[in-house]
DNA sequence: GCACGCATGTAATTGGTTACATGATTGC
DNA sequence: GCAATCATGTAACCAATTACATGCGTGC
C-alpha cells in the first residue's frame, strides 16, 4: 500500500489539491513510484474517510486543499521506521536475460546492447536534472539529492553490467565455437577409418 | 504481460505441467518475476485457448504437461528482439527516502543502515547460489549466471549506497549544527546591544 | 491405511491502467 | 469569445494476491 504513504509523504511536504499531488508525482516521483490520475483522487478520497488527510480550502474551479492530519503524519513515520520495505520487486528487463537462450547469440547481444544504452541515457537524464536542480539547503533536499544518487548508481552499475553481459556471450559463443570445431576434427580423423 | 512470457520462457526449454512450472518460478524466477499458483494455472489455460501452448501429454493424477507451440516460439522471439523492456519500476524502498525528512535524522540513518544490511544480506545467498550451483556447459547457464550476476552487482552497488547515504545524513546534521551555532552566535553579540 | 507430495482449480479482493466525461477560470 | 490550463471524478478492465477447495498416487 505505497501510494497511499506517497500521497501521505507529499502532503507532509506542504497541502495540495489532488492536481498539484499528480505534478509533483510526475515531476519527482514518476521514476520510483508512477500513479494515475484515478488513482490520486481515489486515494485522497480514501485517506479522508480513514482521517489521515483533511480538506483544508476549498479553492475556484472546485479546488479541494487536502492537508495532512495528525494522525496522517503518525501512519507516515510508522510507515517510515517500522515497516520492512517489501513488495515483489518484478523486473522484465532481467527476466528476458533468463530466456535469451531461445534467440541467437547475436540477437542477445543485440539486446544486452541496447540495454546497455537505455541504462546510459536514464544516466545522463538524471545527471542533467543532478545539474540543473537548485539544491537550496532545506533538509528535504538531502534526501532528494540521495534518492537521485540511488538513481545514478543503478544506472551506472546496469550499464556496466550489460557491456559485461554482452562480452560474456561472445566468450560462450567462441568456447562453443571451439568446441565444435574440436568434435569435428576427431570426427574427421575417425571418418576416413570408418 | 510478462507472466504469460515467463510462462513460455520456461516452457521452451522443457515441457511442464502447472506445477511444475510453480517449483520453476520459485526456485529461479522468484526474484525477478514471482508468481501465484493461481496466476499460472490461468495463464496456462489462457495461452493454450491462445494457440501458445498445447497439452502434451496427460499424467498421473490429473496432469496436463504444457508444451510450447511453434506460434508460442514465435511470440517469444518477438516479445525478446521487439519489444522494449518496460513496465513501470516501483521501487518502495527509494520512496520512503525521499519522505526521510519527517523523521528524525537518527531514524533516517537507522533506515538506511536496515537497507544497507538487507542489500548485504540478498548479496550473501546470491553468492550462495553461485557457489552451489552446477554451471553445466549448456547455453542456457550462460544466461542463468548473467542474470546472476545482475543480482550480485546490483546488491552490492544498493549496500554502498546506502551506507554512503547514512553518512550524507550525518554530514548534512551537522552542517545542519554548525550553521545554528553560528546563528546563536550572531545572535549573542547582537542582543546585549538590543 | 495414512501421511505426504503431486496436481488442479475457483472466488474474493486489491492495486493499477486506460479511457471517458465534465465543467470552471484565466489570460489573450 | 476561445484556447489553455485547472480541476475533479467514474467505469471498465487487467494483473496480482490471498484464501479456499478438492482429490489422486506413492511409499512407508
New interface residues.
Partial sequence: M?LR??VL?LL??APASGYDLMKLFNA??S????ATQSQVYGELTKLTTAGLVEVAAHGPRGRKEYAITDDG?AE??H???EVE???????????????????TPL??Q??LLH?AERAARTRATLEHIEETAEWDE???S??????L???L??S???E??AR??AD??TS?KAR?ASELARAQHEEGRQSPEE
Fill in positions: 505505497s504513504h506517497a509523504g507532509a511536504e519527482s516521483l521514476s520510483v513510484w508512477p503524519m507516515l513515520r510507515w517510515l521506521t520495505p517489501s513488495g515483489p520487486q518484478r523486473h522484465a528487463g532481467v527476466l528476458r536475460v533468463f530466456f535469451l537462450g531461445v534467440v540477437e542477445a543485440t539486446y540495454q532545506e533538509m528535504i538531502v534526501y532528494g539529492r540521495i534518492a544518487e540511488y538513481g548508481r543503478m551506472a552499475t546496469q556496466e553490467w559485461w553481459a560474456e556471450v560462450a562453443k
